[in-house]
Protein backbone atom coordinates (compact mmCIF):
# COMPACT_ATOMS: atom_id res chain seq x y z
CA UNK A 1 0.00 0.00 0.00
CA UNK A 2 2.64 2.44 0.71
CA UNK A 3 3.98 1.75 -2.57
CA UNK A 4 1.18 2.75 -4.03
CA UNK A 5 0.97 5.75 -2.37
CA UNK A 6 4.41 6.67 -3.35
CA UNK A 7 3.65 6.16 -7.08
CA UNK A 8 0.42 8.23 -6.88
CA UNK A 9 2.00 10.93 -5.29
CA UNK A 10 4.81 11.01 -7.77
CA UNK A 11 2.87 10.71 -10.77
CA UNK A 12 0.68 14.02 -9.09
CA UNK A 13 3.59 15.86 -8.38
CA UNK A 14 4.69 16.06 -11.83
CA UNK A 15 1.84 17.94 -12.55
CA UNK A 16 1.56 20.67 -9.56
CA UNK A 17 3.33 23.02 -8.11
CA UNK A 18 5.07 22.20 -5.17
CA UNK A 19 6.42 24.22 -2.50
CA UNK A 20 8.72 23.91 0.48
CA UNK A 21 6.79 25.99 2.69
CA UNK A 22 3.43 24.88 1.69
CA UNK A 23 1.36 23.75 4.69
CA UNK A 24 0.62 20.02 5.63
CA UNK A 25 -2.27 18.31 3.95
CA UNK A 26 -5.50 18.66 5.33
CA UNK A 27 -8.30 16.36 4.34
CA UNK A 28 -11.12 18.81 3.21
CA UNK A 29 -9.69 22.26 3.70
CA UNK A 30 -7.46 24.09 1.26
CA UNK A 31 -3.71 24.06 0.75
CA UNK A 32 -3.86 27.70 1.92
CA UNK A 33 -5.61 30.04 3.78
CA UNK A 34 -8.40 31.80 1.74
CA UNK A 35 -9.18 34.33 4.45
CA UNK A 36 -6.41 36.47 3.02
CA UNK A 37 -5.99 37.57 -1.08
CA UNK A 38 -2.42 36.36 -0.35
CA UNK A 39 -3.55 32.78 0.93
CA UNK A 40 -6.40 32.64 -2.17
CA UNK A 41 -3.56 33.33 -4.91
CA UNK A 42 -1.48 31.16 -3.56
CA UNK A 43 -4.55 28.44 -3.88
CA UNK A 44 -5.65 29.58 -7.57
CA UNK A 45 -1.69 29.56 -8.82
CA UNK A 46 -1.95 25.82 -8.33
CA UNK A 47 -5.59 25.40 -10.01
CA UNK A 48 -4.73 27.32 -13.43
CA UNK A 49 -1.70 25.36 -13.14
CA UNK A 50 -1.59 24.20 -17.24
CA UNK A 51 0.11 20.98 -16.38
CA UNK A 52 -2.89 19.58 -14.45
CA UNK A 53 -3.95 19.27 -18.21
CA UNK A 54 -1.68 16.53 -19.01
CA UNK A 55 -2.62 14.57 -16.50
CA UNK A 56 -3.46 10.51 -17.57
CA UNK A 57 -7.18 9.18 -16.57
CA UNK A 58 -4.82 6.77 -14.51
CA UNK A 59 -3.36 9.14 -12.92
CA UNK A 60 -6.61 10.88 -11.89
CA UNK A 61 -7.99 7.74 -10.49
CA UNK A 62 -5.03 6.89 -8.13
CA UNK A 63 -4.93 10.24 -6.82
CA UNK A 64 -9.37 9.75 -6.27
CA UNK A 65 -8.53 6.07 -5.02
CA UNK A 66 -5.71 7.51 -2.68
CA UNK A 67 -7.71 10.13 -1.33
CA UNK A 68 -10.91 7.82 -0.87
CA UNK A 69 -8.68 5.37 1.38
CA UNK A 70 -7.38 8.31 3.34
CA UNK A 71 -10.78 8.82 4.27
CA UNK A 72 -11.57 5.59 5.32
CA UNK A 73 -8.26 5.22 7.33
CA UNK A 74 -7.32 2.13 4.99
CA UNK A 75 -4.25 4.41 4.25
CA UNK A 76 -1.29 5.38 6.47
CA UNK A 77 -1.46 9.01 6.54
CA UNK A 78 0.68 9.67 3.47
CA UNK A 79 -1.18 11.79 1.26
CA UNK A 80 0.07 15.28 -0.54
CA UNK A 81 -1.14 18.13 -1.58
CA UNK A 82 -0.51 16.98 -5.16
CA UNK A 83 -3.70 14.71 -5.08
CA UNK A 84 -6.06 17.56 -3.63
CA UNK A 85 -4.36 20.05 -6.36
CA UNK A 86 -5.21 17.25 -9.12
CA UNK A 87 -8.97 17.19 -8.15
CA UNK A 88 -9.66 20.47 -7.61
CA UNK A 89 -8.13 21.73 -11.26
CA UNK A 90 -9.68 19.11 -12.81
CA UNK A 91 -13.04 17.62 -11.02
CA UNK A 92 -16.00 19.79 -10.23
CA UNK A 93 -16.62 20.46 -6.21
CA UNK A 94 -20.23 19.63 -6.53
CA UNK A 95 -20.75 16.77 -9.13
CA UNK A 96 -16.91 15.61 -8.45
CA UNK A 97 -17.30 14.91 -13.14
CA UNK A 98 -14.30 16.25 -14.72
CA UNK A 99 -14.43 19.56 -16.54
CA UNK A 100 -13.53 19.07 -20.43
CA UNK A 101 -10.49 20.66 -20.96
CA UNK A 102 -10.90 24.02 -22.51
CA UNK A 103 -13.36 25.19 -19.94
CA UNK A 104 -11.46 24.76 -16.55
CA UNK A 105 -9.63 27.52 -15.23
CA UNK A 106 -6.34 25.75 -16.22
CA UNK A 107 -7.38 25.61 -19.67
CA UNK A 108 -8.84 29.39 -19.65
CA UNK A 109 -5.85 30.46 -20.59
CA UNK A 110 -4.23 28.28 -23.32
CA UNK A 111 -7.39 27.94 -25.24
CA UNK A 112 -8.28 31.97 -24.18
CA UNK A 113 -5.36 33.81 -25.36
CA UNK A 114 -6.17 33.36 -29.31
CA UNK A 115 -9.27 34.69 -29.02
CA UNK A 116 -8.16 37.99 -27.18
CA UNK A 117 -5.68 38.32 -29.79
CA UNK A 118 -8.48 38.25 -32.51
CA UNK A 119 -10.50 40.83 -30.63
CA UNK A 120 -7.59 43.15 -30.18
CA UNK A 121 -6.96 42.89 -34.10
CA UNK A 122 -6.51 46.33 -35.45
CA UNK A 123 -8.66 47.47 -38.37
CA UNK A 124 -11.53 45.11 -37.33
CA UNK A 125 -14.48 44.80 -39.84
CA UNK A 126 -17.88 44.03 -38.81
CA UNK A 127 -17.77 40.38 -39.89
CA UNK A 128 -14.25 40.03 -37.83
CA UNK A 129 -15.94 42.01 -34.69
CA UNK A 130 -19.02 39.49 -34.53
CA UNK A 131 -16.99 36.11 -35.30
CA UNK A 132 -14.42 36.86 -31.92
CA UNK A 133 -17.17 38.66 -29.79
CA UNK A 134 -19.19 35.59 -30.83
CA UNK A 135 -16.38 33.02 -30.09
CA UNK A 136 -15.19 34.89 -26.68
CA UNK A 137 -18.68 34.62 -25.59
CA UNK A 138 -19.22 30.82 -26.29
CA UNK A 139 -15.90 30.03 -24.72
CA UNK A 140 -17.04 32.11 -21.67
CA UNK A 141 -20.31 30.63 -21.40
CA UNK A 142 -18.97 27.07 -21.31
CA UNK A 143 -16.31 28.11 -18.70
CA UNK A 144 -19.28 29.92 -16.68
CA UNK A 145 -21.51 26.34 -17.21
CA UNK A 146 -18.55 24.07 -16.47
CA UNK A 147 -17.90 26.08 -13.41
CA UNK A 148 -20.95 26.77 -11.80
CA UNK A 149 -22.55 25.78 -8.65
CA UNK A 150 -23.68 22.84 -9.55
CA UNK A 151 -25.43 21.73 -6.65
CA UNK A 152 -28.83 21.90 -8.18
CA UNK A 153 -29.55 20.52 -11.99
CA UNK A 154 -29.85 22.06 -15.15
CA UNK A 155 -31.94 21.30 -17.93
CA UNK A 156 -30.16 21.43 -21.37
CA UNK A 157 -32.86 23.92 -22.86
CA UNK A 158 -31.70 26.53 -19.67
CA UNK A 159 -27.78 26.01 -20.82
CA UNK A 160 -29.40 27.23 -24.44
CA UNK A 161 -31.32 29.89 -23.49
CA UNK A 162 -28.19 31.29 -21.24
CA UNK A 163 -26.17 30.47 -24.05
CA UNK A 164 -28.14 32.71 -27.14
CA UNK A 165 -28.48 35.16 -24.96
CA UNK A 166 -25.26 35.69 -23.40
CA UNK A 167 -24.22 35.80 -26.79
CA UNK A 168 -26.47 38.09 -28.70
CA UNK A 169 -26.29 40.67 -25.53
CA UNK A 170 -22.02 40.79 -26.23
CA UNK A 171 -22.36 40.97 -30.06
CA UNK A 172 -24.67 43.59 -30.32
CA UNK A 173 -22.58 45.54 -27.36
CA UNK A 174 -19.23 45.16 -29.40
CA UNK A 175 -20.52 45.84 -32.83
CA UNK A 176 -22.92 48.65 -31.25
CA UNK A 177 -20.08 50.74 -29.58
CA UNK A 178 -17.37 49.87 -33.03
CA UNK A 179 -20.30 51.50 -34.62
CA UNK A 180 -20.36 54.44 -32.45
CA UNK A 181 -16.43 54.98 -32.63
CA UNK A 182 -16.58 54.70 -36.46
CA UNK A 183 -19.00 57.77 -36.61
CA UNK A 184 -17.30 59.84 -34.62
CA UNK A 185 -16.20 62.56 -36.92
CA UNK A 186 -14.38 64.68 -34.36
CA UNK A 187 -11.51 61.49 -34.36
CA UNK A 188 -8.80 61.56 -36.34
CA UNK A 189 -8.33 58.37 -37.84
CA UNK A 190 -5.18 57.62 -35.96
CA UNK A 191 -7.07 58.30 -32.87
CA UNK A 192 -10.38 56.65 -33.52
CA UNK A 193 -7.69 53.51 -34.81
CA UNK A 194 -6.42 53.85 -30.91
CA UNK A 195 -10.43 54.25 -29.41
CA UNK A 196 -10.60 50.74 -31.14
CA UNK A 197 -8.43 48.96 -30.19
CA UNK A 198 -9.85 49.88 -26.56
CA UNK A 199 -13.47 49.33 -27.53
CA UNK A 200 -13.08 45.47 -26.88
CA UNK A 201 -12.81 46.20 -23.05
CA UNK A 202 -15.64 47.65 -22.05
CA UNK A 203 -18.24 45.64 -24.65
CA UNK A 204 -16.57 42.44 -23.40
CA UNK A 205 -16.68 43.48 -19.89
CA UNK A 206 -20.41 44.31 -19.86
CA UNK A 207 -21.18 41.35 -21.71
CA UNK A 208 -19.55 39.32 -19.34
CA UNK A 209 -22.13 40.05 -16.73
CA UNK A 210 -24.49 39.16 -18.98
CA UNK A 211 -22.87 35.54 -19.55
CA UNK A 212 -22.66 35.28 -15.77
CA UNK A 213 -26.01 36.41 -15.07
CA UNK A 214 -27.71 34.51 -18.13
CA UNK A 215 -25.85 31.37 -18.12
CA UNK A 216 -26.40 30.30 -14.54
CA UNK A 217 -30.30 32.32 -14.02
CA UNK A 218 -31.04 28.89 -12.74
CA UNK A 219 -29.21 29.09 -9.54
CA UNK A 220 -31.19 32.51 -8.80
CA UNK A 221 -34.85 30.57 -9.67
CA UNK A 222 -33.83 27.72 -7.50
CA UNK A 223 -31.71 28.61 -5.09
CA UNK A 224 -27.92 26.98 -4.02
CA UNK A 225 -26.87 24.98 -1.12
CA UNK A 226 -25.49 26.23 1.71
CA UNK A 227 -23.16 23.91 4.36
CA UNK A 228 -22.65 24.60 8.17
CA UNK A 229 -18.77 24.05 9.19
CA UNK A 230 -19.22 20.35 9.61
CA UNK A 231 -20.47 19.92 6.00
CA UNK A 232 -23.79 19.27 6.52
CA UNK A 233 -26.21 20.61 4.19
CA UNK A 234 -28.55 23.29 6.02
CA UNK A 235 -30.68 24.33 3.06
CA UNK A 236 -30.92 26.42 -0.32
CA UNK A 237 -30.69 29.98 -0.51
CA UNK A 238 -31.88 32.29 -3.19
CA UNK A 239 -30.33 35.06 -1.02
CA UNK A 240 -26.40 33.11 -1.31
CA UNK A 241 -27.20 32.15 -4.94
CA UNK A 242 -27.42 36.13 -5.78
CA UNK A 243 -24.20 36.67 -3.76
CA UNK A 244 -22.58 33.99 -5.51
CA UNK A 245 -23.43 35.49 -9.11
CA UNK A 246 -22.72 39.12 -8.14
CA UNK A 247 -19.26 38.20 -6.75
CA UNK A 248 -18.61 36.22 -9.96
CA UNK A 249 -19.47 38.88 -11.93
CA UNK A 250 -17.49 41.25 -10.33
CA UNK A 251 -14.25 38.55 -11.32
CA UNK A 252 -15.52 38.97 -14.89
CA UNK A 253 -14.92 42.85 -14.81
CA UNK A 254 -11.89 42.90 -13.14
CA UNK A 255 -10.64 39.59 -15.91
CA UNK A 256 -10.64 41.66 -18.94
CA UNK A 257 -8.68 44.97 -17.77
CA UNK A 258 -5.06 43.86 -18.30
CA UNK A 259 -6.21 41.54 -20.73
CA UNK A 260 -7.46 44.08 -23.26
CA UNK A 261 -6.21 46.86 -21.89
CA UNK A 262 -2.42 46.60 -21.32
CA UNK A 263 -1.93 44.77 -24.67
CA UNK A 264 -2.91 47.98 -27.00
CA UNK A 265 -0.63 50.13 -24.77
CA UNK A 266 2.41 48.54 -24.83
CA UNK A 267 1.62 47.38 -28.47
CA UNK A 268 1.07 51.26 -29.17
CA UNK A 269 4.75 51.44 -28.06
CA UNK A 270 6.05 48.47 -29.62
CA UNK A 271 4.97 49.20 -32.89
CA UNK A 272 7.27 52.34 -32.99
CA UNK A 273 10.56 50.29 -32.36
CA UNK A 274 12.59 50.24 -35.37
CA UNK A 275 12.48 46.20 -34.96
CA UNK A 276 8.88 45.71 -35.75
CA UNK A 277 8.63 48.41 -38.07
CA UNK A 278 11.05 47.25 -40.25
CA UNK A 279 9.79 43.13 -39.47
CA UNK A 280 6.04 43.82 -39.87
CA UNK A 281 5.13 40.33 -39.95
CA UNK A 282 6.70 40.06 -36.20
CA UNK A 283 3.71 42.25 -35.11
CA UNK A 284 1.37 39.46 -34.52
CA UNK A 285 3.72 36.98 -32.65
CA UNK A 286 4.92 39.64 -30.36
CA UNK A 287 0.89 40.68 -29.77
CA UNK A 288 0.32 37.26 -28.78
CA UNK A 289 3.34 36.94 -26.16
CA UNK A 290 2.04 40.04 -24.46
CA UNK A 291 -1.85 39.20 -24.86
CA UNK A 292 -0.53 35.26 -23.07
CA UNK A 293 1.38 37.79 -20.28
CA UNK A 294 -1.43 39.96 -19.40
CA UNK A 295 -3.93 36.75 -19.35
CA UNK A 296 -1.74 35.59 -17.37
CA UNK A 297 -1.61 38.24 -14.89
CA UNK A 298 -4.82 38.88 -14.78
CA UNK A 299 -6.39 35.17 -14.36
CA UNK A 300 -5.07 34.29 -10.94
CA UNK A 301 -5.51 38.18 -9.88
CA UNK A 302 -9.38 38.06 -10.54
CA UNK A 303 -10.10 34.95 -9.38
CA UNK A 304 -8.98 35.20 -6.42
CA UNK A 305 -10.41 38.46 -5.53
CA UNK A 306 -12.84 35.86 -3.50
CA UNK A 307 -13.10 32.47 -2.34
CA UNK A 308 -14.53 29.78 -4.25
CA UNK A 309 -16.35 28.34 -0.78
CA UNK A 310 -17.54 31.67 0.40
CA UNK A 311 -19.01 32.34 3.50
CA UNK A 312 -21.97 34.35 4.87
CA UNK A 313 -23.99 34.80 8.04
CA UNK A 314 -26.55 33.16 8.67
CA UNK A 315 -28.90 36.46 10.04
CA UNK A 316 -28.53 37.39 5.71
CA UNK A 317 -30.28 34.69 4.41
CA UNK A 318 -33.71 33.42 4.60
CA UNK A 319 -35.28 32.99 8.06
CA UNK A 320 -36.16 29.17 7.94
CA UNK A 321 -32.13 28.86 6.83
CA UNK A 322 -31.27 30.66 10.73
CA UNK A 323 -33.83 28.52 12.04
CA UNK A 324 -32.26 25.57 10.74
CA UNK A 325 -28.86 25.36 11.87
CA UNK A 326 -26.95 27.12 15.28
CA UNK A 327 -24.08 27.41 13.03
CA UNK A 328 -23.84 31.99 13.11
CA UNK A 329 -22.27 31.20 8.96
CA UNK A 330 -22.59 28.94 6.54
CA UNK A 331 -20.84 28.72 3.35
CA UNK A 332 -21.61 28.26 -0.05
CA UNK A 333 -19.70 27.53 -3.56
CA UNK A 334 -19.40 30.52 -5.44
CA UNK A 335 -18.07 28.97 -8.55
CA UNK A 336 -15.84 30.32 -10.38
Known amino acids: MADTAT ?11 TSTDAPPFQLGKPRFQQTSF ?13 RTLFVTERRLREAVQLLEDYKHGTLHPGVTNEQVILLEAILHPDTNEKIFMPFRMS ?14 LPNQTLASTVFWQWLNQSHNACVNYANRNATKPSPASKFIQGYLGAVISAVSIAVGLNVLVQKANKFTPATRLLVQRFVPFPAVASANICNVVLMRYGELEEGIDVLDGDGNLVGSSKIAARH ?6 LTRVVLPMPILVLPPIVMSMLEKTALLQ ?22 PLAI ?11 SQLE ?18
Open 319 to 336: PEIARATSSRTVVYNKGL
Open 304 to 314: SLFPQMSEIET
Open 107 to 120: GYIPFGTPIVVGLL
Open 7 to 17: TASAAAASAAN
Open 244 to 249: ALLETA
Open 278 to 299: ARPRLLLPVQSLVCLAAFGLAL
Open 38 to 50: YGRLRHFLDIIDP
